[in-house]
């Protein structure tokens, strides 16, 4: 009764109060969502076609040039075998977002099935699925990943792996609140009245309409998926030396920090970069999706 | 109070004895037994070395066998043996962790007062531009990688301006700048929840009624707001254990330190499966530790938690 007699006080004071609102910042939404996307697609184009961003070799380097301070010809500067740097920042990009990809791919279509289980397969379900999410996050995401490459080798493949099980706690968490959310609202309801299954209702209603704040956590989980690769990468547990990849970049300029700064430094300026956006266009996508 | 309290210490036992049962579940599933994979990397070893290595550490037992054995272990403080040196693995990591502790808990306290001049700024400016400038330090601060500030600061002080030394010797700032480095990083999530929590209890209408009954800003977000806002950072605060460790192993390689972050490293390369082992069941057990003790203290600091329906564990809120 209470429910009844709550919702239209709250839908007309939503109405007057946030009438104008969406005039004014759809738009602003929009231009942030935009200003942040834009940046992330240049990465995304690297990764793809990095040949249309840089003539220079990633793997062979010429010997005269070793050791070259930035400038308009090496944007980054050389390294110590003669390889331009950004050219090997942008041919990294593919290995490592790969990487990422593949723990975000794991973290996310575990945690969808983890969380919409506890969500919507009753109380014992969600205790049990919940206890295991517990652990998972007791465990840090460090370790687990150590765990992953210690037992298989060392190689993006196992490092991919053990990320993604790290970051399944976060994503089963996000779907479960969400799934709670939306199995309450009416129009769920609705159809279970209308004769809809527990399989159709889930997949038709609840699931495309819990998706906002996943997605937005999939921009964050990739930002942070790569900073846990990287780290990992400069410990030694990635992809082996002569592949760029952006942990890697950072780890072999760290011989050569007398001498050459810009081989450490800058690789990671484009790391802080893809991680801050990808952590603003989260921002964003949740800000549109959240009415 | 006593059921909260039970409730609370009885779901961290579990939750320690899951981790420990999904760890050996998860050693089982490995291609082969540790002893084979450890043994993999050398090129002549005869099939008896295996058999009897397998037999001194106890693989050749049923796994029901093991597992009770490795269960029981635990209550005597016996995590297994690690295979490399043969040392026991709480012994080999007792040994070192000494000054991890050491720089977790320094770059812990350093992460708390930069999260706490983050908000204290960004609350108390009337500069709109300081504060947009201060608020977004701490997205900043999660993006960057330890490792890269590590290295950047030790080309600046000790190569540019040779202010410090590359290893460490016992100086200040040999000490001063890996705390900073890691603190840095863990201030993020502080920060960040603590922003959000103070921006939630200025919207209560006490705040209101103290403004209007005269209180001045600092006054209400000293005495008022920050007391209030204290809980989920609090709890936020327990969860950043993981992150701390993490933090530690990858500061401890770039300034050269010994600790904990050399035996993690020397266990992973080696593949040295009951170390790696070890180090998870003991750094889960901390984790749990502290997070246990947190969810105790809540009460103290925000008694509704005994009235909220029981069973939400603060964790729920922070969220």
């Known amino acids: 009764m209470t429910l009844h007699l709550e919702n239209p006080a709250a839908a007309s004071s939503a109405q007057t109060t946030t ?6 910042r759809r738009p602003s939404a929009r231009t942030g969502l935009w200003l942040t996307a834009l940046p992330l697609v240049l990465v995304l184009g690297w990764a793809l076609f990095p040949g249309l961003f840089t003539t220079a070799d990633p793997i062979a380097g010429v010997g005269a040039e070793k050791f070259l301070a930035p400038s308009a010809e090496h944007w980054f500067g050389t390294d110590h075998l003669g390889r331009d740097i950004y050219a090997r920042v942008v041919h990294g990009t593919s290995q490592t977002l790969l990487t990422a990809g593949l723990a975000v791919l794991i973290g996310l279509i ?84 209308s004769g809809g299954t527990y399989r159709s209702v889930v997949l038709r209603h609840i699931l495309p309409n819990a998706t906002g704040p996943v997605l937005s956590l999939l921009a964050v989980d990739l930002g942070a998926a790569i900073l846990a690769i990287s780290g990992l990468g400069f410990l030694g547990f990635g992809a082996p030396p002569p592949t760029p990849e952006w942990g890697l970049l950072i780890s072999e300029g760290r011989q050569y920090l007398g001498s ?32 | 109070m006593g059921r909260y309290v039970a409730q609370r210490i009885g779901q961290a036992l579990l939750v320690i004895w899951l981790a420990y049962t999904v760890i050996f579940l998860a050693v089982q599933l490995l291609p082969s037994d540790p002893v084979t994979i ?11 070395t295996i058999d009897n290595m397998k037999r001194q550490y106890g693989y050749d037992q049923p796994l029901l066998v093991q597992y009770l054995a490795q ?34 808990l320094s770059a812990f306290a350093t992460a708390v007062v930069l999260a706490l001049a983050v908000v204290v700024v960004a609350t108390l400016t009337r500069s709109a531009l300081l504060r947009k ?35 460490p010797d016992g100086s200040f700032l040999s000490l001063a700048v890996p705390v900073f480095v890691l603190g840095v990083h863990v201030s993020a999530p502080i920060a960040q929840v603590l922003l959000k929590s103070i921006d939630t209890v200025y919207n209560q209408p006490f705040i209101d009624v103290l403004r209007a009954k005269g209180a001045s800003a600092s ?50 390369t080696t593949q040295d499966v009951p170390l790696v082992q070890g180090l998870v069941l003991l750094t889960a057990s901390v984790f749990v ?12 600091l925000d008694p509704r938690i005994l009235k909220s329906n029981g069973q939400g564990s603060p964790r729920a809120l922070a969220v």
């Not at chain 1, 450490?264 to 996508?285: D, E, K, N, W, Y």
């Not at chain 2, 209550?75 to 026991?88: H, I, M, N, Q, R």
């Open chain 2, 133 to 167: 400038v201060v608020l977004n330090l701490p997205p900043l601060f999660a993006a960057v990688p330890v490792f890269w500030l590590g290295l950047v600061l030790l080309e600046l002080l000790s190569i540019r301006w040779g202010v410090m030394s590359l290893f």
């Open chain 1, 19 to 24: 009438a104008p609102a969406p005039a004014r």
């Open chain 2, 71 to 104: 269960l029981g272990g635990l209550f005597t403080g016996d995590v297994g043996y690690s295979l490399a040196s043969g040392e026991p693995v709480a012994l080999r990591i007792s040994g070192v962790v000494g000054s991890t502790i050491a720089l977790a």
């Open chain 2, 289 to 300: 530790a502290v997070n246990l003790a947190v969810d105790l203290l809540y009460p103290l």
């Open chain 2, 38 to 48: 450890f043994l993999s990397t050398d090129s002549a070893v005869d099939q008896a």
């Open chain 1, 260 to 291: 050459a700064w810009w081989m450490t430094s800058l690789p990671g300026l484009i790391i802080v970069a893809a991680v801050v956006l990808l952590a603003a266009f989260g921002r964003q996508l949740l800000k549109i999706f959240r009415f």
């Open chain 1, 110 to 193: 575990a945690g969808t099935v983890i969380g919409l289980v506890a969500a919507t397969a009753g109380r014992v379900a969600d205790a049990a699925t919940m206890r295991l999410v517990d652990v998972l996050l007791a465990v840090p995401g460090f370790l687990i990943s150590l765990i992953v490459v210690t037992a298989f080798e060392p190689g993006p493949i196992s490092l991919g792996v053990g990320v993604g099980i790290a970051s399944i706690a976060s994503f089963a968490r996000v779907v479960r609140s969400e799934v709670l959310r939306v199995r309450n609202l009416d129009f769920v309801e609705a159809a279970f009245l």
């Open chain 2, 219 to 268: 006054w209400i977000f000293f005495r008022h707001a920050l007391k209030n806002a204290g809980g989920p950072a609090m709890t936020i605060t327990g969860i950043t254990v993981g992150t701390l460790l993490a933090g530690s192993v990858i500061t401890e390689t770039v300034f050269a330190r010994s600790g904990l972050g050399a035996v993690v490293l020397q266990a992973v």
